[in-house]
Nanobody, 122 residues
Framework: QVQLVESGGGLVQAGGSLRLSCAGS????????MGWFRQAPGKEREFVAA????????WYADSVKGRFTISRDNAKSAVYLQMNSLKPEDTAVYYC???????????????WGQGTQVTISS
C-alpha cells in the first residue's frame, strides 16, 4: 500500500510557475509508476503527466507538453510536477497517483492523493 500527499498548490498569475510535490509513504514506492492528473469544476479528471518506475520514460498531455515537467526521486519517495507558463485553463485540483504500469487512464492507478488546488488568475 502507498499513501500519497500532495503539496505546493496555490494562486499565481498567468505566466507564472508552481512546483507541486507528492510525498509517498509505505513500502516499495519505486515499484510504482507515478502520474499527475487534474480535475476542474464540472469536468472529468484528466491526465497531465506520468513517469515510469525507473524515471527513464515520461509522458505528457498535449495541453501541457513543453510547459510542465514531471520528475521523481525514489530515494525520497517523491514525485514532482514543475509547471511553467501557467494559463487560467490550468486551474484545477491536481492529484498524484501510483500504479503498477502508469499511463494516461485513471483506472490504471491504484492509489491517489487528496489533491492540491492550483488557481491561475488572468
Amino acid at each position: 500500500q502507498v499513501q500519497l500527499v500532495e503539496s505546493g498548490g496555490g494562486l499565481v498569475q498567468a505566466g507564472g510557475s508552481l512546483r507541486l510535490s507528492c510525498a509517498g509513504s509505505g513500502r516499495s514506492f519505486s515499484n510504482y509508476a507515478m502520474g499527475w492528473f487534474r480535475q476542474a469544476p464540472g469536468k472529468e479528471r484528466e491526465f497531465v503527466a506520468a513517469v515510469s518506475r525507473s524515471t527513464v520514460n515520461t509522458w505528457y498531455a498535449d495541453s501541457v507538453k513543453g510547459r510542465f515537467t514531471i520528475s521523481r526521486d525514489n530515494a525520497k519517495s517523491a514525485v514532482y510536477l514543475q509547471m511553467n507558463s501557467l494559463k487560467p485553463e490550468d486551474t484545477a485540483v491536481y492529484y498524484c497517483a501510483a500504479g503498477p504500469y502508469g499511463g494516461d487512464r485513471t483506472n490504471a492507478y491504484n492509489y491517489w492523493g487528496q489533491g492540491t488546488q492550483v488557481t491561475i488568475s488572468s
